[in-house]
């Protein structure tokens, strides 16, 4: 399985971004994709996720109302839309696939595989 996130960059405040997550190399249709984030000197934080089964989707309180993820099935892509973005979003965001049994959105330890991450920038 690989997973590859891209799309990051320089932007300022108040800006848009919209990232790319493209997978490869899993057969199951049932999956959860999430995105987490790390700041320099912070732990890595997650912020959304999307249930392949519904699409239903999930944000942290953070970026709840600015960033937007869906899913392109035909692509084995998933996008992380965001908008409204501030100083504070720069860091390094990663994808990352789990499974859907008693998975947690926003916990690390409920995915399986990641990928590398791409540098947000956030000028003020």
């Known amino acids: 399985v690989q997973l590859q996130a891209s799309g990051g960059g320089l932007v300022q405040a108040g800006g848009s971004l919209r990232l790319s997550c493209a997978g490869s190399?899993?057969?199951?249709?049932?999956?959860?994709i999430g995105w987490f984030r790390q700041a320099p000197g912070k732990e890595r934080e997650g912020i959304s996720c999307i249930n392949s089964m519904d699409d239903s989707t999930f944000y942290t309180e953070v970026v709840k109302d600015r960033f937007t993820v869906s899913r392109d099935k035909a692509k084995n892509t998933v996008y992380l839309r965001m908008s409204s973005l501030k100083p504070e979003d720069t860091a390094v965001h990663f994808c990352?696939?789990?499974?859907?049994?008693?998975?947690?959105?926003?916990?690390?330890?409920?995915?399986?595989?990641w990928g590398r991450g791409t540098l947000v920038t956030v000028s003020s």
């Open positions: 190399g899993f057969t199951s249709d049932t999956f959860v």
């Open positions: 990352a696939l789990g499974g859907l049994h008693g998975y947690d959105c926003t916990q690390p330890r409920s995915y399986d595989y």
